[in-house]
């Protein structure tokens, strides 16, 4: 069993994850805003059917994979590590946009819409860098089977990320409107959010390999 502890420090990982803007982030604060809450709801769906996916793929075998081949761990740590700061100068470099800056999109049918968010998560590297690189830190045979604890920590990440962007999907509009009206505070997002990037990614690149 994966001890308290260690559940929270995921739990706090994963809260940092979802609050990072990503393809997930804005392509439901643009939904939401553009065709309204109902469809951003339907979207968040097919997200979390997409996180379904992933969880699934590292639960089956990717997990035990780079746990038990430390040059593999490793490469994919780095490189976990490098996508995080490439993401960090893009909150941050000139020019960029944040995610709460409103973006036209078509209407769309409910089918699609779950379709749309399925794919934007299945197809996006933050979430697949988080699965194969983040969250094999948490794992230890010493807690029992690598397939349980890839399961229960999956569900948790879920939990969060729907939660929170659940939240985001129901006050897009209101959160659009209020940095519209105050664009000094979406340069502060955008290099908090560049901050708290490159936290992840130094703790990513220089965590200690956890016993097996």
Not at 40 to 68: P, Q, R, Y
Not at 154 to 182: P, V
Not at 185 to 205: D, E, H, K, P, S
């Amino acid at each position: 069993m994966i001890p308290l502890n260690e559940l929270a420090l995921f739990a706090g990982a994963a809260l940092l994850m979802v609050l990072t803007p990503g393809p997930n982030m804005i392509y439901l604060i643009s939904r939401s805003i553009a065709q309204g809450y109902k469809a951003g709801i339907i979207s968040l769906l097919g997200v979390i059917a997409g996180f379904l996916i992933h969880m699934f793929a590292a639960a089956v075998g990717l997990t035990a994979l780079f746990l038990a081949i430390p040059l593999a761990y490793e490469i994919l740590k780095w490189a976990g590590a490098l996508y995080l700061l490439w993401l960090a100068w893009q909150a941050v470099r000139p020019g960029a946009r944040s995610p709460f800056e409103a973006r036209n999109l078509p209407f769309d049918p409910p089918a699609k819409l779950f379709l749309m968010g399925f794919l934007t998560n299945v197809l996006n590297p933050k979430i697949a860098v988080f699965y194969l690189a983040i969250l094999p830190q948490f794992i230890s045979t010493q807690y029992g089977s690598v397939f349980s604890q890839s399961i229960v920590l999956g569900l948790l990440q879920i939990a969060i990320s729907f939660s929170i962007n659940l939240l985001i999907t129901l006050s897009a509009a209101g959160i659009a409107s209020w940095f519209s009206q105050n664009p000094t505070w979406l340069a502060i997002q955008r290099y908090f959010m560049g901050f708290v990037l490159v936290t992840l990614a130094a703790r990513l690149a220089f965590e200690q390999r956890r016993n097996t």
